[in-house]
């Protein structure tokens, strides 16, 4: 029973930091093309804007939706049975 929890807590650190780094990197390179284009075309800097928080809403959201599914294994785990 131990050896599961374990893996459990190990799979709890791998589903958030993976999801961690792939959304700090997906928010960079957004943000980087963001930059980019409102330097080509200024006068379209609010929609790009507008654009650009949306998808980073998004792409927070798909971060929060792992790191609620690593809480419930973490807190609630169908793989442990009780005794």
Known sequence: METTLGFVAL??????GLGAIGACIGIALM???YLEASARQ??????LQTKMFLLAGLIDAAFLIGVGIAMMFAFANPFVVAQ
Do not use: Q
């Open 42 to 47: 200024p006068e379209l800097m609010n929609e």
């Open 31 to 33: 943000g980087g093309k």
């Open 11 to 16: 799979a709890t650190g791998i589903i958030i």
